[in-house]
């Protein structure tokens, strides 16, 4: 970002600012390829430091006057720095990209095991598994009070969510996976594919499920709807 002083504007921590004089900020000089270890070895010391108008209390902006920026660009240091920089950036993207493939491939290749029940018995375990949380939600929060709910009593939507709700209860067990990759390159991406592999294992597994997971599928991608 380029930012031109006039005459009469001042700094509280450099004095007055010479006329006609325009200057890059930070980002500016990230733009054009600078980075911090470049600004310090290459720039030093800011020509302006610029007071934030609206935080008073932030950190001074680090200003630099373009015609030195401009003249350190045309040195032979400055091309052998930024060379050595973008060579070292393609090799982060490279080792980052390599680890976003092993993640993925990881759980690409880790089986899903989805549990086999009778439809009667799916319905029963996954009332209790909602009631459950229905009582836990309680504890958590004075106003709520339980309202249990029944097998017979469920409204056919419902029972569809509890039922998977209770089957990916049941495939927690592939989240720490997931756990394993806390801050790694490739997590959000591991999680999508893990996602959508589950809602498949459960869908081959019980096909009147099919309809729920794939709308389970579709919230993630889009987002919840607007309230």
Known sequence: MAIKHGRHQEDPGRGESPPGHTYLSATGLRARGWTPAMVRRLLGEPDLLRTNPVFRSAPRARLYLVARVEAAEQGEEFRAVAAAAARRSA????????????????????????????????????VEHRNRLDAERALRRPGHVPDPATVDGAEPGALDRWKVDYLRHRLTRYDEI??????????????????????????????????????????????????
């Open 178 to 227: 997931l756990d394993e990759l806390h801050g790694r390159t490739g997590r959000a991406a591991a999680e999508e594919l893990l996602r959508r592999r589950i809602y498949t294992a459960v869908t081959k597994a019980y096909p009147d499920l099919a309809r729920e997971c794939e709308r389970r599928l579709s919230e993630q991608q889009c987002g919840p709807p607007p309230g």
């Open 91 to 126: 090799v982060g993207r490279a080792a980052a990209l390599r680890r976003r493939r092993e993640v993925l491939a990881r759980i690409a290749a880790e089986p899903i095991d989805v549990p086999r029940l009778a439809p009667d018995r799916l319905a029963e375990l996954a």
